[in-house]
């Protein structure tokens, strides 16, 4: 018995001290490092892909333009597993190197949400593409948005549905996630300030299987415009179709998942006459033009917002950096703080104090699966 | 020591045992060191997350290894239990400012009540039925979080949760959380050796044999389910202070089998392999990040590591490790022979111990027992016999309890005993055995027959300390000739012993009946002789008997009363040799045409 | 009323896919009295192989399916040869924990072979559905409620009539009497993983134009089908079907009338009622403990 007592001590040293293994041979280097927390596997592995891309596209773009305070930039991914635990350890995991002097968090509220505290506590600039409102109302200096909030979007999408289609009969559907449920409460808030009635206001949970009973219900809430925020993919094709199938051809206002490239791929003719908000359209701007093309020179497949965001974040941190003349993290932030009329492939980045670069939305339409630039909704306020 | 005469109450030298602080002492010392050395070394921030990570898993971990370890039940939920606890804590100090203790406190009872009734209402079914039901609990555990947002913030999960004042730095809140993962460990790793450790392992082996011995199997079950409930809770509760903030995918059916992979890869009978479990399945992902140029390489690397591991190392690591280590041991100390063994049997009833009237049992239209009288008079040997397929068995299954009797009344010492469960008969006095032996095969043969002593209702244990169990249960195997082997486990017996074992457990239990079922059965000729001479042994004590057996010889010898069943039904009844000279018993046996 | 039989269609068609899978569950379970957790990822590779031939290759959509069906076979065979078979003398824990494994290990094997995105798989038929009066019937759904019937007409038929057939039955009920009268236990098993992969890799194909092929769609419809395997009564194919089929239409019809977000807790409330209250199932018999 003593042998068990002493091997079980033993055991619970071995198990506290093993981590030091790891961590340990981290190389100091001549480059400014930035970090990025990407889903590099699980359910949003995909969007990691373009995530990725777009942020090496502009790491490339700098260093061949010289780099920043003569050094060249160098990016560190590690995998936040499309998991809340998964990028809180990816996090910790970049955060322990001290020569990284910026991150990328998540396109994902929700993570963004759960690395918040984190972030805090290291007190460096995290560049991230959650738009759930409330994140920039942490009262965290640290988090900058690099697109729209969905404040905005849901004020875009009635806007546009109201103003310039006229419709004033709102059915809303929106995905019982984070992303989906501040999108839906941000629409129907716009809607109310406008003279509408919403019909019907739908939550569904993600990976549904099949959306007869929603499209059921829009159909006879004779509701005669749909603004919809779709989180997953297939989720949305699935429902496209069944929407079509069971003859509801209302317009359809979409948040910005309702034009990208997997969404176009699945659903196919059921979206061709829907709009959708974009925070990245690729015509919109000269900007947009130009980051479009070196991506599809690049990679040989569209752009989309998975891309641009992390484009527009490297490069304004970069500038960020120059500006400042410096790596401390104040006076980083504060640089971007002081970034106005930039640019970006997303749009014109004007920060204000809270952290939000952006403050207005593209409207776009599925022109028989092409996607055209329809207009550009900004608001000052 | 000499035996004290037959009518001297004898006075039990207790062999008093160091108290269990201090000889658990070691065990303190290194977890105070293990907990200064959390305390005090310096982390960074990963490593840091890392080990808050492991530590709260592990304690949920540990919860697994009562259940699935000691219990042998199946659990598919421990992340919602995991999930009631980070709940409670994010949701009181976040939300409401309540006290963190108070929350942690609110959490682990929440997630006990759960657990229990989740237990009641399905321990009943077991295996298969349990992983689903369990599952099912799962999933609206998830579906709530993601729902109730009024309560849960839904996805949005909870954030800025609070710590107690006291371990505010990360430093000191992750040395807390080791504190309290070494206490758990310490009763985890104590508990096998309880009686209520001893009570699971015994379910687990052989439930039937449980409930015969007295054990109340479902509550037993119940309590070991809440207990793994209540330490998902208690790491819940403390992973969400670790991390400040909770989300609903944190606590979902794949990190429940997460947990449980953790358990098996560990080796699921000790918290050592728990923690071992625990650790690899933290780090390995983390080690194997630099696969991670292919998506889902890692993950399937893990999934191919599962099946290797379940195939070659079906105890687990630390179950390897220990199978290695065992050859090394020194053999534990054998206890003293103890006293000759006494038997007391009650006397609370009339001249008759038992007396079964118009007892029947009928499964579907087939009459197995149909309108059977018996009467079994104090302090004799009594048999019951008949050819196949007569009864016999089914009679004994239904008077300990395993069947419910379809009609018929069954008086034992008095006591009405018809609609109680096996464990409740054992307490009024009843003790058997099993033709088929059902023994608790992982435990030794002193833990065996230290589960009989254990009977609710022995009066000759004293308080029931351990060292009264042990002395009460070394008598018992004395007396059936296997004291000196007493800490060999079950395997090492021949089949003859196994079943003196099993009767030893039985007698230890100090019953008023003992049921024999069909004792001699695969015994050799001088096994029958040994059997013989000990039921005369047992029967000179003064305690009744009732055999079903096959063996003429044995049964003429032994039993001075008769009953015989054909069909479900008594054909004759009364002494011994009369009945056997019955004509109906003659033509029963050899056939009539 | 025009409203409850549209959803009563699509519930049916839905409850089919379950039906299917379930089936896949119940044959093993039968068999070797182990449930697979791995049945949910026989169709999500099954749904990919088909994207390999039909659309990567652009074989015809025949050929795809039946070299599709022919990849699933093999996929049973080496799961039973790798994962059931070398812990058959073990309870049923741990060959369960490795199914789970070899679920992750399918998943993710296929995640770093084709990628996150995913795919299109057309449908058998042109036209993607008829106009009946007021109900629209999706021409899949009808082909998937189409093939169920015939599966469980053939499942009938080939288990009372064929010699194989009645030896697996013999196998599944007493494998120690089949052993005695000269079955190959073995080889019975071995046939029941291949068929059971088929199964689940036709339950795949079948529901892949609907749902589109992803790397989750196994796992979804897999706990659902696992829930009508209970409701149905472990280990009865009539029972399997009757579970699939009435929790597709419970579940699209509280999703209508009761919570569109609590959709999936249908199924398992349902499922944890019969546990508590005909834990039996709707066809099973309650098993006698022996002493």
């Known amino acids: 018995m003593k042998l068990t007592r002493r091997e079980f001590a033993a055991g619970l040293a071995a198990g506290v001290t093993a981590p030091y293994l790891i961590g340990s041979a981290r190389a100091q280097g001549a480059t400014i490092k930035i970090g990025m927390c990407a889903p590099i596997t699980g359910p949003a592995a995909e969007a990691g892909k373009y995530a990725t891309g777009g942020a090496k596209l502009a790491v490339d773009a700098i260093n061949k333009a010289g780099g920043v305070l003569g050094k060249q930039i160098e990016l560190i991914v590690?995998?936040?597993?499309?998991?809340?635990?998964?990028?809180?350890?990816?996090?910790?995991?970049?955060?322990?190197?001290?020569?990284?002097?910026?991150?990328?968090?998540?396109?994902?509220?929700?993570?963004?949400?759960?690395?918040?505290?984190?972030?805090?506590?290291?007190g460096k600039p995290v560049m991230f593409g959650g738009t759930d409102p409330n994140l920039t109302k942490l009262g965290n200096p640290w988090l900058f948005r690099f697109r729209p909030n969905d404040s905005f979007s849901g004020r875009v999408i009635a806007d546009y549905g109201v103003k310039t289609l006229g419709k004033k009969k709102w059915a809303v559907l929106h995905s019982t996630d984070a992303f989906g449920t501040a999108g839906g409460k941000a629409l129907t808030e716009a809607l109310g300030k406008l003279d509408t009635t919403i019909a019907i206001d739908q939550g569904y949970a993600n990976q549904s299987q099949d959306f007869t009973p929603v499209v059921l219900a829009i159909k006879q809430s004779g509701a005669d415009i749909l603004g919809s925020y779709f989180t997953f993919e297939n989720d949305l094709g699935i429902f496209a179709r069944q929407l079509r199938q069971l003859g509801v051809t209302i317009p359809w206002v979409g948040s910005p998942s309702i034009v990208n490239v997997t969404a176009l791929k699945l659903a196919g003719p059921a979206l061709y006459g829907t709009y959708g908000v974009a925070d990245y359209a690729e015509e919109s701007s000269e900007a947009s033009k130009a980051f479009g093309k070196a991506y599809r020179d690049a990679y040989k497949v569209a752009p989309d917002n998975q891309s641009s965001w992390p484009y527009d974040a490297v490069m304004v941190l970069a500038q960020a950096i120059k500006n400042a003349g410096s790596t401390d993290p104040q006076k980083i932030r504060e640089a971007i703080i002081a970034i106005k009329k930039y640019p970006g492939a997303e749009g014109e980045y004007n920060f204000d104090d809270k952290g939000d670069g952006l403050h207005g939305y593209n409207i776009v339409k599925n022109e028989k699966g092409n996607i055209v630039f329809d207009k550009h909704i900004d608001f000052n306020d | 020591m000499s035996a004290p005469s037959e009518n001297i109450q004898p006075i039990a030298v207790v062999p008093r045992s160091t108290p269990l602080l201090i000889r658990h002492a070691p065990y303190f010392i290194g977890a105070a060191i293990v907990v200064a050395l959390a305390a005090s070394a310096s982390f960074d921030g990963y490593i840091l997350n890392i080990l808050m990570q492991a530590t709260t898993f592990a304690i949920a971990v540990f919860g697994l290894s009562v259940v699935l370890g000691l219990c042998g039940q199946i659990n598919l939920a421990q992340a919602a239990f995991f999930g009631f606890g980070a709940y409670a804590v994010a949701i009181g100090t976040a939300d409401y400012q309540i006290s963190y203790w108070l929350c942690l406190a609110a959490g682990c009872v929440m997630a006990l009540l759960a657990g229990a009734l989740l237990g009641m209402s399905t321990l009943r079914l077991g295996g298969h039925y349990l992983a689903m039901v369990t599952i099912s609990f799962q999933q609206i555990v998830t579906l709530v979080m993601i729902n109730a947002i009024w309560l849960t913030h839904g996805p949005d999960g909870v954030g800025k949760i609070g710590r107690p004042a006291l371990f505010q730095s990360s430093q000191s809140y992750l040395a807390f959380s080791v504190a309290m993962l070494a206490l758990v460990g310490y009763f985890v790793w104590h508990l096998p050796q309880t009686r209520l450790g001893r009570a699971m392992r015994a379910v687990r082996d052989n439930e039937l044999a449980a409930g015969v011995a007295g054990i109340d199997v479902f509550r037993t079950k119940i309590y070991a389910f809440a207990i793994c409930a209540v330490l998902g809770g208690l790491g819940g509760g403390l992973f969400a202070g670790g991390f400040a903030y909770v989300s609903p995918d944190q606590f979902s059916f794949a990190e429940s089998i997460v947990f449980l992979t953790m358990s098996l890869l560990g080796g699921v009978a000790s918290p050592i392999g728990s923690a071992i479990g625990t650790g690899l399945l933290i780090l390995i992902p983390e080690w194997l990040r630099f696969l991670k140029s292919v998506p889902g390489l890692y993950l399937a690397i893990y999934g191919l590591s599962v099946i290797l591991i379940i195939r070659y190392m079906p105890d687990g690591i630390w179950g390897f490790v220990t199978a290695g280590l065992d050859r090394f041991r020194r053999k534990a100390r054998v206890p003293d022979a103890g006293l000759p063994l006494i038997l007391a049997p009650a006397k609370t009833g009339g001249e008759m111990v038992l007396e079964v009237t118009g007892l029947a049992k009928h499964f579907g239209g087939l009459k197995a027992v149909d309108d059977v009288d018996i009467a079994v008079r104090r302090g004799g040997v009594h048999a019951l016999i008949g050819p196949n397929g007569s009864g016999k068995t089914t009679t004994l299954n239904v008077l300990s309890g395993l069947y419910q009797a379809t009609a018929g009344k069954v008086l034992l010492d008095g006591t009405d005993v018809t609609t109680m469960p096996p464990h409740l008969r054992a307490a009024a006095g009843l003790g058997r055995t099993f033709q088929n032996i059902r023994l608790f095969r992982s435990m030794s043969a002193l833990e065996n027959v230290v589960i009989g002593a254990e009977r609710p209702g022995n009066t000759l244990i004293g308080k029931g300390s351990e060292a009264e169990l042990t002395l009460r249960a070394m008598s018992a195997l004395s007396f059936v000739g296997l004291g000196p082997r007493a800490n060999e486990l079950i395997s090492s017996f021949s089949y003859g012993h196994q079943r003196l074992i099993e009767i030893a457990r039985a007698l230890a239990a100090n019953p008023t009946l003992l049921l024999l079922d069909e004792p001699a059965a695969g015994l050799n000729s001088s096994e029958k002789l040994e059997l013989h001479e000990l039921l005369k042994r047992i029967a000179a004590q003064g305690l009744t008997i009732l055999i079903i057996d096959h063996d003429m010889t044995l049964v003429s010898e032994a039993a001075q009363h008769i009953t015989v069943l054909n069909f479900g039904r008594r054909i004759a009844d009364g002494e011994s040799m009369a009945v056997l000279r019955h004509p109906d018993v003659v033509s029963a046996y050899l056939g009539t045409d | 009323m025009d409203l409850a039989l549209q959803l009563l269609f699509t519930g049916i068609g839905i409850g089919a896919v379950y039906a299917l899978v379930a089936l896949g569950f119940v044959l093993i379970f039968r068999a070797t009295n182990v449930v697979n957790?791995?049945?949910?990822?026989?169709?999500?590779?099954?749904?990919?192989?088909?994207?390999?031939?039909?659309?990567?290759?652009?074989?015809?959509?025949?050929?795809?399916?039946?070299?599709?069906?022919?990849?699933?076979?093999?996929?049973?065979?080496?799961?039973?040869?790798?994962?059931?078979?070398?812990?058959?003398?073990?309870?049923?824990?741990?060959?369960?924990?490795?199914?789970?494994?070899?679920?992750?290990?399918?998943?993710?094997?296929?995640?770093?072979?084709?990628?996150?995105?995913?795919?299109?798989?057309?449908?058998?038929?042109?036209?993607?559905?008829?106009?009946?009066?007021?109900?629209?019937?999706?021409?899949?759904?009808?082909?998937?409620?189409?093939?169920?019937?015939?599966?469980?007409?053939?499942?009938?038929?080939?288990?009372?009539?064929?010699?194989?057939?009645?030896?697996?039955?013999?196998?599944?009920?007493?494998?120690?009497?089949?052993?005695?009268?000269?079955?190959?236990?073995?080889?019975?098993?071995?046939?029941?993983?291949?068929?059971?992969?088929?199964?689940?890799?036709?339950?795949?194909?079948?529901?892949?134009?609907?749902?589109?092929?992803?790397?989750?769609?196994?796992?979804?419809?897999?706990?659902?089908?696992?829930?009508?395997?209970?409701?149905?009564?472990?280990?009865?194919?009539?029972?399997?079907?009757?579970?699939?089929?009435?929790?597709?239409?419970?579940?699209?019809?509280?999703?209508?009338?009761v919570s569109v977000p609590y959709k999936d807790a249908f199924a398992f409330l349902v499922l944890v009622l019969f546990l508590v209250f005909r834990p039996q199932g709707i066809f099973g018999e309650r098993v006698a403990e022996k002493a």
């Open chain 1, 78 to 122: 590690e995998d936040d597993q499309t998991t809340n635990p998964g990028i809180v350890l990816a996090f910790s995991k970049l955060a322990a190197q001290p020569d990284i002097v910026g991150f990328l968090g998540s396109i994902r509220s929700t993570q963004v949400h759960a690395m918040a505290p984190d972030v805090m506590k290291l």
């Open chain 3, 37 to 257: 957790f791995a049945q949910g990822e026989f169709s999500m590779v099954a749904a990919y192989l088909m994207v390999v031939f039909a659309v990567d290759l652009a074989l015809p959509y025949w050929l795809s399916f039946l070299l599709s069906l022919a990849g699933m076979a093999l996929l049973g065979a080496v799961f039973n040869l790798g994962v059931y078979y070398p812990l058959r003398h073990r309870t049923f824990l741990p060959v369960i924990i490795a199914t789970i494994g070899a679920s992750i290990l399918m998943a993710n094997s296929v995640l770093a072979i084709y990628g996150p995105q995913p795919q299109v798989l057309e449908g058998w038929f042109e036209t993607p559905g008829i106009q009946l009066g007021p109900v629209y019937l999706d021409s899949q759904y009808l082909l998937i409620i189409a093939a169920t019937a015939t599966l469980v007409a053939f499942q009938y038929w080939f288990f009372e009539h064929t010699l194989v057939g009645k030896k697996l039955q013999a196998t599944s009920q007493d494998k120690e009497m089949a052993s005695l009268l000269g079955i190959s236990v073995s080889t019975m098993i071995m046939v029941t993983f291949i068929y059971s992969a088929v199964l689940g890799g036709l339950a795949g194909i079948l529901v892949a134009p609907i749902l589109f092929v992803s790397i989750q769609m196994g796992s979804t419809i897999a706990l659902k089908a696992f829930a009508a395997t209970i409701i149905g009564g472990f280990g009865d194919v009539t029972g399997a079907i009757i579970g699939g089929l009435s929790l597709g239409i419970i579940e699209t019809f509280g999703a209508a009338y």
